[in-house]
């Protein structure tokens, strides 16, 4: 019987994490929505664990419908069965406004969970969201949420959202340089991918943080100390140019013949064939992808 799943990501990447499942799980019917993805699959395989665009996967254990705007109909909550566990949390969010709050929606699934409920980290993570009037109730598949990577043992400041950092990379589909790479998530993303990638940044301390995150991956990268300014012509740039500090996009002459850029608004850059906003910590950053 197949297994429904739900897998949530960053707003603006859906259709790269949808391109990413089909190449890992080989599917062709994904459907996307808000800052998600759904799809079936035989069975649960490991494969669901290596999506590196994705935030965290979830399998689908019941759909209810009639689940509107209304707290009363919180109550149709309450005929689910979803068994038992030693522990477990729970995580809720809604499209739209409704008369309740996440909190009283998180309480209305928790009390058909039998077990102790705990804030986080329990045996059980239940996800509850609802669009239109229909409730969604899917369970962590993971020990914890796949965003989390075990390699982040250093981090500095501006580091890039690991699946935000997967997606560009893929984006960029080929070997590339990131020269602001802070701690490294662009490149070891990219690496991961299967893509050879080397950094290097202006800040020593940064530059010894992604080769303890790359070790930490089990990666081999080659980082340096340099100023971007001074980088040498190379066929690939991916990279976030640190907000408010660096000089603007359009007036770093990055030599490159592809460029994959995450700033803070549009770059203003000749030769742009892709451009779109994407949701960053709540705010709104703009991917640019540039042929010259």
Same mark, same amino acid.
């Given at each position: 019987?197949? #297994?429904?799943?739900?897998?949530?990501?960053?707003?603006?990447?859906?259709?790269?994490?949808?391109?990413?499942?089909?190449?890992?799980?080989?599917?062709?019917?994904?459907?996307?929505?808000?800052?998600?993805?759904?799809?079936?699959?035989?069975?649960?395989?490991?494969?669901?664990?290596? =999506?590196?665009?994705?935030?965290? #996967?979830?399998?689908?254990?019941?759909?209810?419908?009639?689940?509107?705007?209304?707290?009363?109909?919180? $109550?149709?909550?309450?005929? !689910?069965?979803?068994?038992?566990?030693?522990?477990?949390?729970?995580?809720?969010?809604?499209?739209?406004?409704?008369?309740?709050?996440?909190?009283?929606?998180?309480?209305?699934?928790? $009390?058909?969970?039998?077990?102790?409920?705990?804030?986080?980290?329990?045996?059980?993570?239940?996800?509850?969201?609802?669009?239109?009037?229909?409730?969604?109730?899917?369970?962590?598949?993971?020990?914890?949420? !796949?965003?989390?990577?075990?390699?982040?043992?250093?981090?500095?400041?501006?580091?890039?959202?690991?699946?935000?950092?997967?997606? =560009?990379?893929?984006?960029?589909?080929?070997?590339?340089?990131?020269?602001?790479?802070?701690?490294?998530?662009?490149?070891?993303?990219? $690496? !991961?991918?299967?893509?050879?990638?080397?950094?290097?940044?202006?800040?020593?301390?940064?530059?010894?943080? $992604?080769?303890?995150?790359?070790?930490?991956?089990?990666?081999?990268?080659?980082?340096?100390?340099?100023?971007?300014?001074?980088?040498?012509?190379?066929?690939?740039?991916?990279?976030?140019?640190?907000?408010?500090?660096?000089?603007?996009?359009?007036?770093?002459? !990055?030599?490159?013949?592809?460029? #994959?850029? =995450?700033?803070?608004?549009?770059?203003?850059?000749?030769?742009?064939?892709?451009?779109?906003? #994407?949701?960053?910590?709540?705010?709104?950053?703009?991917?640019?992808?540039?042929?010259?």
């Amino acid at each position: 019987m197949p #297994v429904s799943m739900l897998a949530r990501t960053l707003r603006g990447i859906e259709w790269i994490a949808r391109d990413e499942a089909r190449s890992r799980l080989g599917l062709e019917r994904i459907e996307l929505g808000h800052r998600e993805l759904r799809f079936s699959v035989p069975e649960l395989v490991p494969e669901l664990l290596e =999506l590196g665009t994705v935030d965290d #996967v979830f399998q689908i254990l019941a759909e209810v419908d009639g689940v509107t705007r209304r707290r009363e109909s919180l $109550a149709r909550l309450a005929s !689910l069965d979803l068994g038992a566990a030693p522990t477990f949390d729970v995580t809720a969010s809604f499209l739209g406004k409704r008369n309740y709050n996440r909190f009283e929606l998180e309480d209305a699934v928790a $009390a058909s969970m039998g077990g102790m409920r705990v804030a986080r980290h329990g045996a059980v993570s239940l996800r509850i969201h609802v669009v239109g009037e229909v409730a969604t109730v899917a369970a962590r598949i993971a020990s914890r949420p !796949l965003h989390r990577r075990a390699y982040r043992v250093d981090t500095v400041p501006g580091s890039v959202h690991p699946p935000l950092a997967r997606a =560009l990379a893929l984006l960029a589909g080929a070997p590339f340089v990131d020269p602001f790479c802070g701690a490294g998530t662009i490149p070891i993303e990219g $690496a !991961l991918a299967g893509l050879s990638t080397r950094g290097s940044d202006i800040d020593s301390r940064a530059v010894q943080a $992604a080769r303890r995150n790359a070790g930490a991956a089990g990666l081999r990268i080659p980082f340096s100390v340099a100023d971007a300014a001074g980088m040498a012509p190379v066929e690939c740039v991916v990279a976030n140019p640190p907000w408010g500090k660096a000089v603007p996009a359009a007036q770093v002459d !990055l030599q490159a013949r592809r460029l #994959v850029l =995450l700033t803070f608004g549009p770059t203003g850059l000749d030769h742009i064939v892709h451009e779109q906003a #994407v949701r960053v910590h709540g705010a709104l950053a703009t991917i640019t992808v540039v042929e010259r």
